[in-house]
């Protein structure tokens, strides 16, 4: 597969404290890669591993398959978890400043700044200070800059965790944006729902350790239990149940439905599908809702943290 | 190092336009100046200010000593009763009166002095010394020693100084050496504080604004630190300089609003010297002019830098390691102590013997030489003792410099946590 960024068994340890043992993780070329974690995992110190700002003890990060250089920060974007701005430096000079820290020269740096701060809407902001503005326009400005040098790789730490919902929906639009224009994208997060709704790959680290990574889609599958969701209804409900109690496990499901019927969660066997179980119901009873339970990454992480504790 | 241009650039900017800079820059001569006009100007008033004394004399024979003065005049009131004498000096407000009493025996009585308050050491000293030399004159004359032959036999000696190779020196030329090296040792430890702070409030801005991730995402941690270093350290020469053409331009001011004052004080100054005698004068200027000016100001530049590169860097390692300002108190006092220990062997020591033991080692342990060598230059320091202080500074700087950039490189990425000695330890081996 072609892979963009490749971190290959990353140790890192801070004194007697392991921040990293042996993660390994493979970010595909255009994608978006969501890293899970709770707080203190380690999820920060890979980022920064990645971006240079920490040295790994051991291990090596690949950048577009060769070894990652100091010079290939230009090809970074980060977008760090703790972030924020000079407050008595004007935005615009603020903004060229650090464009020319990535290797942006002047004119260049400045027309891109244009037209990106006429995309959101911010030019007027130019020559205020950032302690004039309001913290959801300090925070378009942070991002302006994260992606003014069109970096292959851009790094978000926690994206959405500092944003009001306006401009997180905004950062989801463009992150989705920079994708298609073939931007590859890492993020760290711990809300679960992000990465349902945004993420193609992903990795789970906990206490220090990498515990599953792959496809979003692959990883689901995996995961799932051959459960579905039944609601139906039946002449002898009770004769029903005790048949079934027989052949499945069987459990309460609680979803909605218009109609005031059994609501059951069904647990098959790996060998049987779901028309062996829609076969053995269809004489039964009338059947109006039947869904395959499929996992939320939230389950996942919460079965996969807990199993591992 | 295109970056540290960037970096150098930035910082220069962000001090030189800070309002409390600019302010700072323009007022302090300004509020200098003023302070000596006042200080000026309250001594004149204070010279001009003319104590009146009166002079109760029974035996007679001082009146003629006590001799009006610029900032004293005598009033003899012998001819009146002592009581009234006294009820006078009260009810005029007059500074005292001096009471000479007569014994039977015609020996001159205790002395007394009455007045509001307890009289000046001055004027008491001067009181004595005319009541006693009159009666010293006159024991000498009742014991038939003639005072003219005696003043005719007095004999002054004036000893000549100086050095081995036969140059002359006037006796100023110690006290010129002492001021020339301790303005230049105050002013450096004064900038190596108010600069060193300002690299330590510039870490720390970066720490709360919480831009220090974005920065060093793109550039080292070193070369953050160093570019701030520097770029605060043009910000300083910015100001000194500004200070000196400032300083010079208020002086031309000064001594143009008030010239004929200062005329005046110059032509007392001159005779004052000529008092001294011809060949002092042109002693004293020659003392100034043999002062190695040239190499004073070069080492003043280099151990100004490497003083400052030295504790700017201490300052900001202290600066990554905590979270405020208010939370640096612990670590400020370390960093104080070697720069107050300089200043005081600089006026203790260096004054009392340049070459001695103590200002020689102080001149080379590298915390405290920049201080304790710059005081010792006017007073001639061979150049092999110059070379080790050097060298020993430069590595030093090296050493601190490798260091506080590791303490730094961690420190800049931890927020909420106080640090302690032991943790900035640990860091250093991160």
Known sequence: ?309 | MRNLKLIIRREYLARVRNKTFIIMTFLSPLILVGMFMLVGYLSMLNSSEQQIIGLYDETGIFSSDFKDGRQVQYLDFSSLSFEEALVKVREQEYYGLIYIPEKENGDVGQVQFFGLEPPGLGTVQSVEKTISDRLTKRELMKRGIDISEMEAAEVKVDVEIQNFSGQRTSKMSNYIKMIFGGIAGYLLMMFIIIYGNMVMRSVIEEKTNRIIEIIVSSVKPIHLMLGKVLGTSLAGLTQFSIWVILGAVLLWITSFTLGIDVLSTQKEQMEMMEQMAQSDLSLFLADVYNLPLLSLFVFFVIYFLGGYFLYSSIYAAIGAAVDSETDTQQFMFPVILPLMLGIYVGFFAVIENPHGTISTVFSMIPLTSPIVMLMRIPFGVPWYELLISLSLLLITNLGVIWLASKIYRVGILMYGKKATYKELFKWLKY
């Open chain 1, 1 to 309: 597969m072609d892979n963009l960024l490749v971190a290959e068994n990353i140790y890192k340890s801070f004194g007697n404290y392991t921040a990293l043992n042996n993660v390994s993780i493979n970010v595909p070329r255009a994608s978006i890669f969501g890293l899970l974690g709770p707080n203190g995992a380690g999820k920060t110190t890979l980022l920064r591993i990645i971006n240079q700002i920490t040295m790994p003890d051991r291990g090596t990060i690949y950048l577009d398959n060769k070894p990652l250089q100091p010079n290939d920060i230009q090809y970074i974007g980060y977008l760090p978890e703790e972030r924020g701005l000079y407050k008595s430096m004007r935005v615009g000079e603020q903004a060229l400043y650090l464009a020319q820290l990535k290797g942006l020269s002047k004119a260049e740096a400045k027309q891109r700044l244009e037209y990106w701060f006429e995309k959101l809407e911010i030019s007027g902001w130019w020559n205020k200070k950032i302690q004039e503005l309001s913290k959801g326009m300090a925070q378009k400005v942070q991002f302006v800059i994260t992606v003014l040098h069109k970096p292959k790789l851009l790094i978000f730490d926690e994206p959405f965790s500092g944003f009001d919902p306006v401009n997180a929906r905004l950062i989801k639009r463009e992150i989705l944006q920079l994708k298609e224009e073939g931007a590859t994208i890492l993020f760290s997060t711990h809300r679960m729902e992000s990465v349902e709704e945004l993420c193609d790959y992903m990795a789970l680290i906990h206490k220090s350790n990498k515990l599953l990574d792959g496809r979003v889609s692959d990883i689901k599958k995996e995961y799932k239990s051959n459960t579905f969701e039944v609601g139906m209804e039946a002449k002898n409900e009770p004769a029903l149940l005790a048949e079934l109690q027989q052949k499945f496990i069987v459990g309460n499901a609680t979803f909605k439905s218009i109609h005031t019927d059994l609501k059951l969660r069904i647990q098959l066997q790996e060998n049987e599908s779901a028309n062996h179980l829609l076969e053995f119901l269809i004489n039964r009873a009338q059947i109006n809702h039947f869904v395959e339970v499929i996992p939320s990454v939230n389950d996942i992480f919460i079965q996969t943290v807990t199993r591992d504790a």
